[in-house]
């Protein structure tokens, strides 16, 4: 599942981001604005005070000079008379008092001592102001030493008299010495018009400030809207994408997810999921001290319907077994194809075994029902192995083990039926392992053995003998059903019976060297070992080896292992009696064989399965079996052998029905070669 939606931050990135790069972005563009701004005012204020001091240098030494003209032009035009000095001074102040600029702009005129020759203010005409001091300085002396120094004019600053207030304000004159009347005379104006002047550039500036703030401002939201917008119909649009590609991812990953741990064909848990999720329930049942139990079921018979019908109508077998499967089992128990025909159920809170049993057998009823598959109905059943958890295993791998081995067991007391495991079924087990380990060993030590069980005509001849495998271990007899079945799950039967036939043949050379007839040799071959293409060539290369009539060969397969694949039987056992060997069916009643393939196949003898002569003359439907089997052989002009023949009524009985040959323990138990020559051959040979 996915843990996190991408999708969800998208629009938050989209607008975010680039939103937040825009606030920066205006703050910024403010800000160097404003530093702008400010740094031209500062350049400008610069040059305006320049400029302006400038000017009012200008406008004072023009006003200064023309009133140094017009004194002079006085003086000049007085210079005939006998006092030109005094007349001069004596007209000054009615000139002087016209020459005005404004409210603040006047000439003043001084001697050198510091005595007022002129001054606007005309009580001061005459007045001593040489100590006058403002601001801490005596600005009389002070102009008057500048105008000393730098008669021919001067600028000098200071702190004035303020015709217009109290306040003396800072002031600029221009001062220049007349000469011939002993005096200076300055013109002066005031810097306040200069800081009135900078207030108002200061002012323009500001509102110029505001404006490009306040359009900045503006167009940032103009922006930030257009961009908002855009982002939004952006971020919308990404997200409907990623919300898509999620969901593809989802699905995808679902899928994945499904086949890695479903089975495709029933829909059932697959092998591992089964066994992780089993894994987890161990650990739980472990800690709150529960039971559970895992069920082994195997489906009896599956490989014959597979084989009969094919795979398909296999598939929809099995598809109908795991749909019967879920069911039976609860919400909570969970359900896996193991593979193949094999099916596994986890069953949870068990109170008890009873409860186990009750699902067990309702799943054998299940599995029990016909299965109707288009036009075929067909009938299955099912083995049913059963380990309890915790009691039969402390991991996942050991507790299906169990469940498998108590299937096992199942399907050999006869199939259709459910097993608890046991203790004993699993040293059983180990001794199966153990017995399989040896029996590679045993093929390469010689440890299997061919007994003879002699096969006898209604003369009491011997017409020859069924060669069955002995495993001699360590001085022990191992019989066939130990370890044949081992044999062919390990894929070793078809190696043991060449061996077993080969061994036979040479016995049986050697006889006939002796002398003595031994007959004809019956083989037992597993159906299994016919599959391999190659049987029929190592059969062939044995008797050529050898130097073995095919003819004295007989070949026993099983009426029921023919049945499981009829087709491939048949050609099999074809390519065998193309060598000249004979083949007879065994265990003949058992198989359920169909006459239309019995007429195919290329067999020459039936063997009566023992299990219907063993209560013969007692139970009537066995009788009537066996004389059927014996007039059906003889219709079809096959020859016919009883096995398991026990006593003098049923040799007679089989004999006086038509029967050719018997074999059992009524004559014989299987044999070792040295016995089995000392017995009859001798005795035969001799008669
Ligand atoms: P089968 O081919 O049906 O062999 C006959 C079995 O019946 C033998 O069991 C034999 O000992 C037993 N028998 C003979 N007479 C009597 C009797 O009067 N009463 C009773 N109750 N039993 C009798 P055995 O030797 O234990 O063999 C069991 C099975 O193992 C054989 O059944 C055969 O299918 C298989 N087998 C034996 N040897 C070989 C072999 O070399 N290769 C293969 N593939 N299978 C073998
Ligand atoms: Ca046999
Ligand atoms: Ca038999």
Redesign the pocket.
């Known amino acids: 599942m996915m843990k996190r939606i991408y999708s969800k931050h998208i629009p938050k990135l989209i607008i975010g981001l680039p939103l937040s790069g825009l606030v920066v972005t205006v703050i910024l563009i403010s800000f160097i604005t404003y530093l702008t701004i400010k740094n031209n005012f500062d350049k400008q204020k610069e040059i305006i005070t320049e400029e302006f001091m400038e000017n009012l240098k200008q406008i004072t030494k023009q006003r200064t000079n023309i009133a140094y003209n017009i004194i002079d032009a006085l003086y000049k035009n007085n210079i005939n008379s006998p006092d030109p000095k005094t007349k001069t001074l004596k007209i000054l102040p009615d000139i002087l008092d016209k020459l005005k600029w404004g409210e603040k702009g006047y000439i003043f005129v001084m001697d050198f001592k510091g005595n007022t020759i002129y001054h606007p203010n005309h009580k001061l005409i005459g007045v001593n102001r040489w100590n006058l001091q403002r601001n801490n300085v005596k600005i009389v002396q002070l102009l008057t030493k500048k105008a000393l120094e730098h008669p021919e004019g001067t600028y000098a600053k200071y702190w004035a008299y303020n015709p217009s207030g109290k306040q003396p304000l800072e002031k600029i004159s221009y001062l220049k010495v007349y000469k011939p009347l002993g005096i200076y005379l300055g013109n002066g104006v005031y810097l306040d018009y200069l800081d009135k002047k900078l207030l108002k550039k200061q002012e323009e500036h500001q509102k110029l400030y505001k404006t490009l703030i306040r359009n900045i401002f503006y167009l940032s939201l103009l922006i930030l809207a257009v961009m908002i917008s855009v982002l939004l119909i952006l971020s919308f649009w990404v997200r409907k994408l990623f919300l898509q590609y999620e969901k593809e991812l989802k699905t995808e990953k679902e899928k994945l997810f499904k086949r890695a741990n479903y089975d495709s064909l029933t829909g059932l848990l697959s092998k591992s999921y089964f066994e992780s999720l089993l894994q987890k329930e161990i650990f739980y049942i472990k800690r709150k001290k529960d039971l559970g139990a895992v069920l082994f079921i195997d489906i009896d018979g599956f490989k014959e319907i597979n084989d009969s019908l094919g795979h398909k109508y296999g598939d929809e077998t099995l598809k109908e077994i795991a749909k019967r499967l879920k069911r039976v089992v609860r919400e909570t128990d969970f359900i896996s194809r193991f593979g193949g025909d094999e099916f596994l159920v986890f069953l949870k809170d068990i109170d008890q075994e009873s409860m186990v049993i009750e699902i067990a057998q309702r799943i054998l009823k299940e599995i029990k029902e016909p299965i109707k598959l288009g036009e075929h109905t067909h009938h299955i059943s099912g083995s049913i192995g059963i380990a309890l958890i915790p009691r039969d295993g402390e991991n996942v791998e050991e507790i299906i083990k169990n469940a498998d081995n108590a299937m096992y067991s199942a399907k050999r007391k006869g199939k259709d039926r459910f097993e608890f495991f046991t203790k004993t079924l699993s040293e059983l087990a180990k001794k199966r392992i153990n017995l399989k380990n040896d029996l590679y060993e045993a093929l390469k030590q010689d440890e299997l053995i061919?007994?003879f069980?002699p096969q006898i005509d209604k003369n009491d001849n011997l017409y020859g003998s069924?060669?069955?495998?002995?495993w001699i271990k360590n001085g022990r007899k191992i019989?066939?059903?130990e370890f044949?079945p081992l044999?062919i799950e390990m894929g070793l039967?078809d190696k043991?019976?060449l061996f077993?036939?080969e061994k036979a043949i040479k016995q049986y050379n050697a006889w006939k060297n002796m002398g003595y007839k031994p007959g004809v040799l019956s083989?037992?071959?597993?159906m299994y070992?016919l599959e391999k293409t190659d049987f029929a060539t190592h059969l062939k290369e044995i008797i050529e080896k050898n130097n073995f009539n095919p003819d004295n060969l007989n070949i026993?397969v099983?009426e029921e292992s023919i049945m499981k694949d009829p087709q491939t039987s048949i050609a099999m056992l074809e390519k065998i009696r193309n060598l000249g060997i004979n083949i007879n069916i065994?265990?003949f009643g058992t198989g359920y064989s169909s006459l239309s393939y019995l007429k195919k196949l290329p067999v020459s003898k039936l063997?009566i399965?023992?299990s219907f002569?063993?209560d013969i003359p007692d139970d009537k439907d066995d009788v009537m079996i066996t004389k059927t089997i014996i007039s059906l052989a003889k219709n079809m002009n096959l020859k016919v052998i009883a096995?398991?023949?026990?006593n003098k009524i049923q040799r007679d009985f089989v004999f006086s029905h038509g029967c050719d040959y018997v074999?059992?323990?009524?004559y014989s138990?299987?044999i070792e070669a040295r016995e089995f020559e000392e017995k009859y051959l001798k005795e035969n040979n001799g008669s």
């Not at 074999?663 to 009524?666: A, D, L, M, N, R």
């Open positions: 061919p007994f069980q069924e060669v069955l495998v002995r019989p066939p059903f044949i044999a039967i043991i019976d077993i036939i083989c037992n071959v597993t070992q026993e099983t065994d265990d063997k399965d023992r002569i063993k096995e398991g023949v026990e074999q059992g323990y009524y138990p299987p």
